[in-house]
């Protein structure tokens, strides 16, 4: 189990990467959104696009790799399942076009490198 400040700096990465994002023109539609198939960190609108977000924070990426590197194909098929399950709550499946993107956020300074279109459903 994550410690309490684990926990804290996943929820500074993940309002930093929202801020940033929405600095970039996207609308906020939900954040944290849980399901018995998983969790998505932020869902956001870009346009008529809707965007699920996988935040990743990153102290050090020598020792741990880019924020693409982080999201194992294991968490991606996590992070669609959810999506396809949040689509079909809110009767938007095969209405809406959806992408997947990865936000990286360095705890050193809070810098955010964002990877629009990280992973696709075509793996899946």
């Given at each position: 189990?994550?410690?309490?400040?684990?926990?804290?700096?996943?929820?500074?990465?993940?309002?930093?990467?929202?801020?940033?994002?929405?600095?970039?023109?996207?609308?906020?539609?939900?954040?944290?959104?849980?399901?018995?198939?998983?969790?998505?960190?932020?869902?956001?609108?870009e346009g008529e696009d809707l965007i699920?977000?996988?935040?990743?924070?990153?102290?050090?990426?020598?020792?741990?790799?880019?924020?693409?590197?982080?999201?194992?194909?294991?968490?991606?098929?996590?992070?669609?399942?959810s999506a396809v399950f949040y689509l079909?709550?809110?009767?938007?499946?095969?209405?809406?076009?959806?992408?997947?993107?990865?936000?990286?956020?360095?705890?050193?300074?809070?810098?955010?490198?964002?990877?629009?279109?990280?992973?696709?459903?075509?793996?899946?």
């Amino acid at each position: 189990m994550a410690t309490l400040d684990t926990l804290e700096l996943g929820r500074v990465a993940e309002q930093k990467a929202c801020d940033f994002l929405q600095s970039q023109g996207l609308k906020l539609v939900t954040r944290n959104f849980r399901c018995d198939l998983g969790e998505i960190d932020l869902i956001m609108r870009e346009g008529e696009d809707l965007i699920f977000i996988e935040v990743r924070s990153r102290g050090n990426q020598e020792d741990y790799g880019t924020a693409l590197e982080s999201v194992s194909p294991a968490k991606q098929k996590k992070v669609i399942r959810s999506a396809v399950f949040y689509l079909l709550g809110e009767n938007l499946f095969n209405k809406i076009h959806c992408r997947f993107d990865i936000v990286s956020v360095s705890l050193k300074d809070y810098a955010c490198e964002w990877v629009r279109n990280a992973f696709s459903t075509n793996r899946y």
